[in-house]
Every structure is written in structure tokens, then in C-alpha cells.
């Protein structure tokens, strides 16, 4: 199915929630079991959050993946595929427990009317809130023949997007991986915890 003109999600939630989760996640374990789900890199056993003020992407793409510790333990991912976005008001934190106490490390970028920019970015997310406006959305498509250059198994359940806006951006994720991502006015720092949502 595709629609000619805008099409927005009002929930809240977005389209990750297409896939039922048990479903997913029994697809993906027999995927990796058989070496059919590609794994770019062994993740940390802490998932981090992102946050971003608006998200304006070109060349959408989202289906099933998993995320691999390096121990060897698997997290049923959602992989969202933008062959280029900018993002406002950029925010990504983690936070660990350590033998010091809680930890935060917090990133701001992207304010002040300029945006950061990523161009092939990708995201194995496990959680998507935001209010939504895709161009041109195909759902249900063959995860192999999204419109994306970073493409999925074949015939597994896809999406795909010329163009997405999510105003409100917040994002649980374990990775999130791209061929440049330019931080303008970029602030790190460590924190007691504090985190961007």
C-alpha cells in the first residue's frame, strides 16, 4: 500500500508497535540462530536514551534485527534505517551503576537553530515516542526491497518512507551506528544520573 500524501500517527506510538512483540522476537532468535540477521557490532549491556526537539529524515526504512552483546546475549531489535536526517535539540544519555555510585554521561547538540546531521544512520531501537508524518509510507513491504540501502531479510515485515518528521522525539535503543554524524555545538559531560527523558 502507498499513500500519496502525508499520513501522521497522532498515538504517540509509533509504527514499531506494527510487529507484536512475541512474534518478533520468535522470528528474529530463528534468524539469528541461523545466521540469516547480520550484526554489525557487539553492543553494551546498557541501553542508552535519545531525545531530539524534531527528527526530519529522507529514505526511511524499519524491520526486525537483533542486537548482540559480546558475551553473546541477544535483544530483539527494531532497525531503523535514514539515509539522511537532521535533528534539533539533540540529547543522548546513558547511565550505569558503579562501584563509585550511579554514573550519567549526557550529550547535548543540535540547538540553536542548528541541527545535527547524520547521513546513513541507523538505530536498533526497543522503544519510539513521537508525534509522526511519513511521505509516501509502504507498510508491509519485503524487508529485502525497502527503499533504504541497509536492507533486512528476505520476506520478513518492512516499512519504508521517501521522507519522516517525528516532532518530540524519544528513543530507547542498544545502537545506533552512521557514515557521519556532524554534533554542532556539542556539550558531554558526567552526570549523577540525569538523563534526557
Same mark, same amino acid.
Given at each position: ?118 547521513? +546513513? ?21 519485503? +524487508? ?11 520476506? /520478513? ?20 551506528? +552512521? ?15 540525569? /538523563?534526557?527523558?
Amino acid at each position: 500500500m502507498k499513500f500519496n500524501k502525508l499520513t501522521q500517527s497522532r498515538a504517540g506510538r509509533i509504527a514499531l508497535v506494527a510487529i507484536p512483540a512475541t512474534f518478533l522476537s520468535t522470528v528474529l532468535m530463528a534468524g539469528v540462530a541461523q545466521g540469516a540477521v547480520p550484526v554489525s557490532f557487539a553492543v553494551s549491556g546498557s541501553q542508552f536514551k535519545i531525545g531530539a526537539s524534531q527528527l526530519d529524515g529522507a529514505e526511511f526504512s524499519q524491520y526486525g534485527g537483533v542486537a548482540v552483546q559480546a558475551d553473546g546475549k541477544p535483544h530483539p531489535v527494531a532497525i531503523a534505517n535514514i539515509g539522511t536526517a537532521s535533528l534539533s535539540d539533540l540529547c543522548q544519555s546513558v547511565v550505569s551503576k558503579t562501584p563509585l555510585g550511579t554514573i550519567g554521561l549526557l550529550i547535548n547538540a543540535g540547538g540553536g537553530g542548528k541541527p545535527a546531521v547524520a547521513t +546513513a544512520l541507523q538505530t536498533g531501537m526497543t522503544d519510539l515516542q513521537g508525534d509522526a508524518t511519513f511521505t509516501n509510507i509502504r507498510i508491509g513491504v519485503d +524487508a529485502s526491497k525497502v527503499n533504504t540501502s541497509a536492507k533486512g531479510t528476505a520476506g /520478513e515485515f518492512a516499512q519504508d518512507a521517501d521522507h519522516v518528521v517525528i516532532a518530540n522525539l524519544k528513543q530507547t535503543a542498544w545502537s545506533t551506528q +552512521a557514515g557521519t554524524f556532524a554534533l554542532n555545538g556539542m556539550h558531554l559531560q558526567l552526570t549523577g544520573g540525569t /538523563e534526557c527523558f
